[in-house]
């Protein structure tokens, strides 16, 4: 069972694609835990293409060679990262030299101890090797891949943000919509700076933004305490109790 909303911006024309499953994760054989993996969202930026969708899903492994794909860290990504394809930048002005997938995600389970129902939260953010390329004139360009690093970097600082959000609010038993409505706020608020990003820098042609952008994002990251490896957990409230919420 899964849900997926996928949300592009290309040429100017936007699509809303909105399937919606019921969601009623089984628990293992094995344990009273069960283990449902959001992620939301998944931003895919190139020249000419901004694409970024929210996807809900406990099968999205299969679609993605994951032994290539590698979480962020702070030493950036390198050519090996990429998929190298035949040359097609001297074919169009504006032709895509390099696209970036990654794949910030929250893994969300739900355990039961001393007869409460606990909820545990973690994220990560990969690079998605299999939806990632770079044109083979470009591996050796260095402003390009910096540039794609941009879009990673930025990734991560709304995974930081994200996370943040998440650990402050008060869930309810109503965890799963609650979880989706803060995604959904930080997604519009990312794809919005994503876009803002592509349009300054002119895709990483203009220097000097681009070393301004860089610096900001250097900045942003270093405000924001890393969520690797963290897990946070949480008491849900019986569910006969009241559906409210709120922030800490």
């Known amino acids: 069972m899964h849900v997926l909303i996928i949300m592009s911006n290309h040429h100017y024309i936007q699509r809303i694609l909105l399937l919606l499953i019921g969601i009623n994760p089984l628990p293992r054989r094995d344990s009273k835990k069960s283990t449902l993996q959001f992620l939301p969202p998944k931003w895919i930026v190139a020249s000419t293409l901004v694409f970024f969708s929210i996807i809900v899903s406990p099968l999205w492994g299969q679609f993605s060679d994951l032994s ?5 860290t702070p030493e950036g990504l390198s050519f090996e990262n990429f998929r190298v394809v035949q040359p097609a930048r001297k074919t169009a002005k504006l032709s895509v030299g390099a696209v970036t997938s990654s794949r910030p995600g929250v893994e969300v389970s739900v355990r039961q101890q001393d007869l409460q129902s606990i909820l545990d939260i973690k994220m990560s953010n990969r690079f998605n090797y299999n939806k990632s390329w770079i044109s083979a004139d470009a591996v050796n360009d260095t402003a390009l891949l910096q540039h794609e690093q941009g879009h990673f970097d930025l990734n991560e600082i709304y995974t930081r943000k994200t996370f943040e959000q998440l650990r402050k609010f008060h869930f309810t038993t109503n965890f799963k919509n609650e979880i989706a409505q803060i995604m959904g706020a930080m997604n519009s608020e990312l794809t919005k700076v994503q876009q803002n990003y592509e349009r300054e820098t002119v895709h990483g042609l203009m220097a000097q933004n681009q070393q301004s952008w860089n ?6 990251l270093e405000s924001l305490p890393p969520y690797e490896g963290q897990t946070f957990s949480q008491t849900l409230p019986p569910a006969d109790s009241s559906t409210k919420t709120q922030f800490q």
């Open 68 to 72: 290539k794909d590698v979480q962020w």
């Open 215 to 220: 610096s900001r994002i250097r900045t942003t």
